[in-house]
């Protein structure tokens, strides 16, 4: 999987610019473009669309302005990779949706609505307009379905119509549905945000989200049966501290969580990415490389860099490759298991490239 005329210190940085997925400003790529040198120098296995550029007020633009305008960057991204990217956006439909009709884009309904009409041709239909998209423009990760079971309708989930249902039955037939469909069209898709933050009434951009007395195990059940039929290939932890899983630390710095509830007991081998760990959930509480070493060691494959809080922060991407990489050299992290995280990664690629 790593090219045989790298070095050691040149297979590790290989492998760790491969577990990063990178937000950047632009609707166009140059050599002058900061992701340019990040894909051509540092490797990065991805990078993240949005529409809004939310590091200034009022927000911008950032990389979306129409269907054309993103496929032609998605294949200037791509053709300037050594090895094939990740090019994903949160499209779940509603609130969460990058590409709009603003843009000349479907509109797409609400995973909300989606449950009440509780119909799965309508479901169907749904992922399959979604998929289409995605694919039209060269965007082969969807950061969805979400799979967490609305718990309260004052959670900030359940409030922005991100949940589908309260009924765990009914949010595994339909994600079933949602990832089918992008998988026939060669998009990988993310179940999110392990293992349930439903319930959570604080913002996990704002603050730490502390469901330990709303938290139920039967949230697991969307996960446990969507990873039991295969369907899942990548999921996405939640910044929700559950303190009957881990006393101490959130899931996305959560060795018991990631490591021990999803991999050993849950038995799921795919891809692991965090949300992002710049809101203040996370940045608030850890020094950043504390957060990395943590996460890393806890068993996040990917660490989803969006860039898109306030403030920007320049050199992010580099430098998170530059602690990553120093954390390994001073033994703080393993490189078996860098090496682990970067199969995991190839192995999804090669599914859908």
């Known amino acids: 999987m790593i090219p045989l005329n790298l070095n050691k210190s040149e297979s590790l940085r290989h492998m760790v610019g491969q577990m990063i997925l990178g937000g950047f400003q632009g609707k166009i790529v140059s050599k002058k473009c900061e992701v340019y040198d990040w894909i051509r120098s540092d490797n990065i296995g991805g990078v993240l669309l949005y529409d809004l550029e939310m590091t200034q007020f009022p927000p911008g633009k ?35 949706n990058r590409l709009t009709p603003e ?21 169907r239909a749904f992922s399959l307009l979604v998929a289409n998209t995605l694919q039209k423009c060269g965007i082969n990760l ?36 949602f990832i089918e469909e992008h998988r026939k069209k060669q998009i990988a898709s ?26 139920q195990e039967p949230e697991l059940s969307p996960y446990e049966e969507l990873i039991r039929s295969d369907h899942l290939k990548m999921i996405m932890t939640g910044h929700v501290l559950i303190r009957s899983l881990d006393e101490n630390y959130p899931a996305t710095l959560s060795k018991k969580i990631i490591g021990g509830l ?14 992002d760990p710049v809101m203040k959930a996370i940045s608030d509480h850890y020094s950043w490389e504390e957060t990395l070493e943590l996460m890393i060691n806890a068993g996040i494959d990917i ?51």
């Open 190 to 215: 993310s179940g999110k945000h392990f293992p349930g933050q439903g319930s959570a009434i604080q913002d996990a951009h704002d603050e730490l989200t502390d469901i330990s007395d709303s938290w």
């Open 62 to 96: 950032r990389n979306v302005e129409s269907p054309e305008q993103v496929k032609q960057l998605t294949r200037d991204l791509q053709n300037i990779a050594d090895t094939p990217l990740f090019i994903a956006v949160d499209q779940e439909g509603g609130i969460v």
């Open 262 to 275: 999803l991999r050993k007991k849950m038995g799921f081998n795919g891809v692991v990415i965090s949300d």
């Open 303 to 353: 660490i989803c860099l969006g860039n898109n809080l306030i403030p920007y922060r320049e050199n992010l991407i580099p430098d998170s490759i530059e602690t990553i990489i120093s954390l390994v050299d001073n033994g703080k992290i393993s490189s078996d298991r860098i090496e682990e995280s970067y199969l995991r990664i190839i192995n999804l690629k090669s599914m859908i490239t």
């Open 103 to 123: 843009y000349g884009f479907p509109e797409f309904l609400s995973w909300h609505e989606i449950g009440k009409l509780n119909d799965i041709e309508k479901t």
């Open 142 to 177: 969807n950061l969805a379905p979400v799979l967490d079971v609305k718990k309260n309708n004052d959670s900030i989930i359940g409030k922005e119509g991100r949940c589908i249902s309260d009924d765990p039955e009914q949010i595994i037939k339909h994600s079933g549905v």
